[in-house]
């Protein structure tokens, strides 16, 4: 079982930047991925970025690409979301998720761990 719990968050102007992180509670196996998914109000879900864990492949959502970048940090089993150039579209709640095949994330295959969310609001 894992448990993603996240931080960061809040609000900012438009072209401003915010840090997300989310720390794993139990064992992320190679192959498994990390990442983040939002929802804005009235919107469904979409994936963002996802990061293959201990093998550094990114997959970025085109709406956020050059904007946002994910790290892991794999010694505390972490996952850093940097979100600069920020637009008011990108006010949603983020929600960090762990699971398989991170590359078919937002089509086929949904993650298999989700955290509480956190609030991004981004202002005009």
């Known amino acids: 079982q894992v448990q993603l719990v996240e931080s960061g968050g809040g609000l900012v102007q438009a072209g401003g930047s915010l840090r997300l992180s989310c720390a794993a509670s139990?064992?992320?196996?190679?192959?498994?991925?990390m990442g983040w998914f939002r929802q804005a109000p009235g919107k469904e879900r979409e994936f963002v970025v996802a990061?293959?864990?201990?093998?550094?492949?990114?997959y970025y959502a085109d709406s956020v690409k050059g904007r946002f970048t994910i790290s892991e940090v794999s010694t505390k089993n972490t996952v850093n979301l940097q979100m600069n150039s920020l637009k008011p579209e990108d006010t949603a709640v983020y929600y960090c998720?762990?699971?398989?095949?991170?590359?078919?994330?937002?089509?086929?295959?949904?993650?298999?761990?989700w955290g509480q969310g956190t609030q991004v609001t981004v202002s005009s």
């Open positions: 998720a762990a699971g398989q095949t991170p590359s078919r994330w937002g089509t086929s295959v949904e993650p298999d761990y």
């Open positions: 139990g064992r992320i196996f190679t192959g498994y991925g």
């Open positions: 990061i293959s864990w201990r093998g550094g492949i990114t």
